[in-house]
T-cell receptor, first 116, second 114 residues
Framework: GAVVSQHPSWVICKSGTSVKIECRSL??????MFWYRQFPKQSLMLMAT?????????EQGVEKDKFLINHASLTLSTLTVTSAHPEDSSFYIC????????????FGEGSRLTVL | AQSVAQPEDQVNVAEGNPLTVKCTYS??????LFWYVQYPNRGLQFLLK??????LVKGSYGFEAEFNKSQTSFHLKKPSALVSDSALYFCAVREPDSGYALNFGKGTSLLVTP
């Protein structure tokens, strides 16, 4: 299957700093990637759809200025958590689509963010 | 609107016994249904999907799922559980005309005891 890589796997930062998480499709091109957020023992909540070469589409309730998404190439999407606060601590997972709409999404290994 | 429900927070089963993880869906059209598995602090791994065709879908690691349109269900099954199957299982749905993102259920924790 297709491989999606996320980096970093773990990150700890101080409150008020910004953190960037990278999502790469290693063996395929992804015009669309998705960013999910997962709280402990809860489901995945779609944050935004990242579109190569255009602005991301954010889900209702997700702050665009807080969670900056850039999809500069067909293999890379980045999520930047700006001015992070402890409530931003979470598990962030990216995914990418390969093939038609009937195809499954391939997920990265996730990035655990802890804001002190 | 599309949604998927997993009524059980946890399922316990003894190794060697059959297992079932339940999922029901609510969509306005014909759904695309998926099952994923997640191990601790890891991303999601694809198990199987139903798009069209046979109602019984076979997937990875011996798992299968049965699409039941009348009951709007897509339960995940395995004839003989392994301890290594212990993980968090997510059912997901996508409506054909809703874009490519998946809408996930809350997840069911499966515990297989020796």
């Amino acid at each position: 299957g297709a491989v999606v890589s996320q980096h970093p796997s773990w990150v700890i930062c101080k409150s008020g700093t910004s953190v960037k998480i990278e999502c790469r499709s290693l063996d395929f091109q992804a015009t669309t990637m998705f960013w999910y957020r997962q709280f402990p023992k809860q489901s995945l909540m779609l944050m935004a759809t990242s579109n190569e070469g255009s602005k991301a589409t954010y889900e209702q309730g997700v702050e665009k200025d807080k969670f900056l998404i850039n999809h500069a190439s067909l293999t890379l999407s980045t999520l930047t958590v700006t001015s992070a606060h402890p409530e931003d601590s979470s598990f962030y997972i990216c995914s990418a689509r390969l093939g038609p709409i009937t195809g499954e999404l391939f997920f990265g290994e996730g990035s655990r963010l802890t804001v002190l | 609107a599309q949604s998927v429900a997993q009524p059980e927070d946890q399922v316990n089963v003894a190794e060697g016994n059959p297992l079932t993880v339940k999922c029901t869906y609510s969509v306005s059209g014909n759904p695309y249904l998926f099952w994923y598995v997640q191990y601790p602090n890891r991303g999601l791994q694809f198990l199987l999907k139903y798009i069209t065709g046979d109602n019984l879908v076979k997937g990875s690691y011996g798992f299968e799922a049965e699409f039941n349109k009348s009951q709007t269900s897509f339960h995940l099954k395995k004839p003989s559980a392994l301890v290594s199957d212990s993980a968090l299982y997510f059912c997901a749905v996508r409506e054909p005309d809703s874009g490519y993102a998946l809408n996930f259920g809350k997840g069911t924790s499966l515990l297989v005891t020796p």
